[in-house]
């Protein structure tokens, strides 16, 4: 990398040729003022908001799309150059309807109304043109309108470049242009938008926003706290943005070294702008109905039930969910409970057998030149691994092979994609012919790899790579934490009707913690729910309410992820940490100290 | 804009309009080359006159291209059409001597006569109404084109006669 120097604003600035201006500056410490560059995508140059002057000459060139030369001077700022950013800003807020007190990025959260003040903009001096233009709030969890859209294509570089999508374009030409979802349809009938949100986070105005943060008076008045999401093994950094206990929003952490900044739609939305109805106190089961009852009540009642039991006879089914702590509280109750077991995806017992976990699998993954996702669904439930992969393919031309009974959007991305797995030699001379000299390989395999089929499919493509560079075999489990839960000495179960009946069972609890769906996905299998029925006790800790709790006898409050505190360790193996954003909802209370206390 | 013709012996297409097989293969020319967009949106347009969501789909789908690209490029250029469009496209030159003879009176007329404004189509589907700039007939301004003809010397006054005789020759 070549070294070059230049002068910015009389001062000595060093980078690397092949930078920009803007680029030198900020790393400099030198401010300029942006609006539709954005770090990390490519340079659109369209706002002329980043002007400077080169080496004395008039012209004024965007500094976010000029790559710096070495020797050269360059001025940011003077009067002429304030002059025309203001006569920018006065266009901008001209062209479309900016009413910004009804605009939900009003007072502070908007980079345009925020440039209009610094640069003490009181009166236009451009006719407004006042354009009649829809607003899309078609969306799931966001808005689009279009009369606050200053055509900066953030969220249509975001869209394209991090989620690998590109759902948004602009359409039409000169003044007409508009943003336009797909074949200028809406958001709520796209059928590429994966509700990923990066959009919203990338836009600089009230265009794209959040529908259940908006009105909630501006973020730069919120709590932030940094955290990390629980919903799959990926372990993304959030930061939650919090209003008197209450959640406002919740964005990607840009310095997380997971998913710098990315999200998917159930980290950015689901465990928040979703109602879910919440336990709140322990429940007791008087006369066929659930009543609430103190926590006192609620411990006698369970060991009243259950503390003459022998240990054989008590079981304890918990959630992959569960944090590093809970796993060492469970460790520890081997010896009161006879058997104890983690509830997983079908197929997943056999992953969690041996927890493998690859260093910095995510980054081979997002520099991989070949992918083979093999009995895994990165698009259904790890989003921000889909993303890499289809960066990989689309911006990197990396080449892609799917292996995988059920169908995904990553299907149209692939060289090839198979849903049943087949043995014909043919078949495999082909997969051999388009992975061929691939120097950085990634096989991702999911709980589906597991099956004799899938097995044998791995083989094979190992096999494939004998005479070249070996893939870097990544296993993602369906379930956040089970391999680091299983390493801890939990068995997995896959399957649940059997492991219920495998033992002198006679009373079951149910550790669901805050899985969104209250742990009902174990009643998935109707066996599951008659061999309940038969126990003559079942006792459910969980946070949201579900068919589970229906068939308990005991229900017992848990605390979500946003009240948690403790550590999970992703697919990586990195020891991740969660923070408490809230104090806990009613009488909810911390797993651990839960289980601690009914087996106490 | 000159009939389209369907190349015999195209192998069968699925969807039953051979006009897709046609398609196909000009994609397969174009060895499905995303530069090659533009190109292969023109001949869509050619065969089916104009591009309806279902076509850009479909080009969308098997050029592996995101949909919105599509539509943003299709939507760029005023020559492409993502509504139906007459049979015969007519086209009211507003260049600079076109101008001066009273062109913006004649698109004026010519709307009226039609019952149409601007890129719109009669109800018949026959005809949709067009502005371009200088067609290279100067010496005939104000100039029209209907379909491949070329009208000339056509003042706004002479607009009705144009419309009960020249126009009725298309119908
Ligand atoms: S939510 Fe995500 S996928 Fe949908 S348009 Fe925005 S960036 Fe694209
Ligand atoms: S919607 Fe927002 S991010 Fe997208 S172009 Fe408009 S202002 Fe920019
Ligand atoms: S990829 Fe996984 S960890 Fe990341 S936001 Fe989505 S669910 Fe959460
Ligand atoms: S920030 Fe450089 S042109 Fe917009
Ligand atoms: S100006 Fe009309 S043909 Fe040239």
Not at chain 1, 185 to 210: K, M, W
Not at chain 2, 128 to 141: F, V
Request: charged content about 20%; glycine content about 8%.
């Amino acid at each position: 990398m070549n070294k070059i120097t230049l002068t910015i604003d009389g001062k000595q600035c060093t980078g690397t040729a092949g930078q920009t201006i803007l680029e030198i500056a900020h790393a400099n410490g030198i401010a300029i003022p942006t609006l539709c560059y954005m770090k990390n995508l490519s340079p659109w140059g369209g706002c002329r908001m980043c002007i400077v002057e080169i080496g004395g000459s008039p012209k004024a060139v965007p500094s976010c799309a000029t790559p710096a030369t070495d020797g050269s001077t360059v001025v940011t700022q003077n009067d002429r150059l304030t002059h025309l950013r203001k006569l920018t800003l006065e266009l901008l807020f001209s062209e479309r309807n900016h009413i910004c007190p009804i605009c939900p990025m009003n007072k502070g959260d908007c980079d345009l109304q925020q440039n209009g003040y610094k640069f003490g903009i009181d009166a236009i001096r451009y006719p407004y043109l006042y354009p009649t233009l829809p607003v899309d709030l078609t969306g799931k969890f966001l808005g689009l309108d279009h009369n606050r859209c200053i055509l900066c294509t953030r969220c249509v570089r975001t869209c394209d470049e991090v989620e690998g999508v590109h759902t948004l374009d602009i359409g039409n030409r000169g003044v007409k242009n508009q943003i336009v979802v797909d074949l200028n349809t809406t958001f709520g009938t796209s059928t590429t938008c994966t509700n990923c949100g990066a959009c919203v986070s990338a836009c600089p105005t009230g265009a794209l926003f959040d529908k259940n943060a908006a009105f909630h008076g501006p973020l730069t008045k919120c709590r932030q706290v940094r955290t990390t999401c629980t919903e799959c093994a990926v372990g993304c950094g959030l930061v939650v943005y919090t209003k008197e206990n209450r959640i406002v929003d919740v964005f990607g952490d840009n310095d997380s070294p997971v998913n710098h900044g990315h999200l998917c739609s159930r980290g950015r939305y689901e465990t928040w702008a979703v109602k879910r109805n919440r336990i709140t106190t322990p429940l007791v089961r008087k006369n066929g109905q659930l009543v609430p009852v103190s926590w006192d009540e609620a411990l006698q009642t369970i060991r009243k039930e259950t503390g003459k039991m022998l240990t054989q006879n008590k079981g304890l089914l918990v959630s992959g969910k569960l944090t590093n702590e809970v796993a060492g509280t469970l460790a520890h109750l081997q010896s009161q409970v006879g058997h104890i077991g983690m509830y997983v995806a079908e197929h997943e017992a056999a992953l969690c057998s041996e927890p493998v976990f690859t260093g910095d699998a995510f980054q081979r993954i997002t520099d991989a030149d070949a992918i083979i996702v093999l009995g895994a669904e990165p698009s259904r439930l790890q989003g921000v691994v889909a993303a890499r992969i289809r960066t990989a393919v689309r911006k990197r031309g990396a080449k892609l092979v799917i292996l995988n009974a059920r169908t995904s959007d990553l299907d149209s991305y692939a060289d090839i994609v198979a849903h049943v797995v087949s043995v014909e030699r043919a078949f495999w001379k082909r997969v051999g012919e388009t992975l061929q000299g691939a120097q950085r390989p990634v096989l991702l395999y999911g709980p589906n790899a597991m099956t004799p089929l899938g097995i044998t499919a791995m083989e094979k493509l190992i096999k494939l790579f004998e005479n070249g560079n070996g893939p870097a075999v990544v296993g993602i489990p369906t379930t956040t934490n089970a391999l680091a839960l299983a390493g801890a000495g939990i068995a997995a179960v896959d399957n649940v009707a059997q492991w219920l009946t495998s033992g002198p069972l006679r009373a079951v609890h149910i550790v669901a913690a805050d899985e969104t769906d209250g742990g009902a996905k174990i009643l998935r299998d109707r066996e599951v729910v008659g061999l309940l029925k038969g126990f003559n006790y079942v006792v459910v800790q969980a946070a949201y309410e579900s068919r589970l709790t229906e068939l308990a006898q005991v229900v017992l409050p848990s605390l979500v992820w946003s009240e948690k505190s403790g550590t999970v360790t992703n697919f990586e193996g990195r020891e991740l940490l969660l923070r408490p954003v809230m104090p806990p909802r009613g009488q909810a209370r911390d797993d651990k100290m839960i289980l601690e206390s009914v087996f106490a | 804009m000159s009939h389209p013709q369907i190349a015999p012996n195209l192998p069968y297409h699925p969807s039953g309009d051979q006009r897709f097989a046609q398609l196909d293969q000009t994609m397969a020319y174009y060895k499905h080359e995303p530069t090659a967009l533009i190109q292969i949106l023109h001949a869509a347009q050619h065969s089916f006159g104009y591009l309806a969501p279902d076509v850009l789909r479909y080009i969308a789908t098997a050029m592996k291209l995101p949909l919105a690209h599509v539509y943003g490029v299709t939507t760029f250029y005023n020559f492409f059409s993502i509504v139906p469009r007459g049979k015969y496209q007519i086209m009211v030159c507003t260049g600079t001597t076109c101008h001066v003879r009273g062109a913006a009176t004649v698109v004026e007329r010519l709307g009226q006569q039609l019952g149409v404004k601007e890129h719109e189509t009669t109800k018949d589907g026959l005809f949709s109404l067009h502005t371009a700039r200088c067609i290279g007939a100067c010496a005939l301004a104000p100039a029209i084109t209907v379909g491949d003809d070329v009208y000339g010397k056509l003042t706004p006054d002479k607009v009705p006669k144009f419309c009960q005789k020249d126009l009725k020759k298309y119908a």
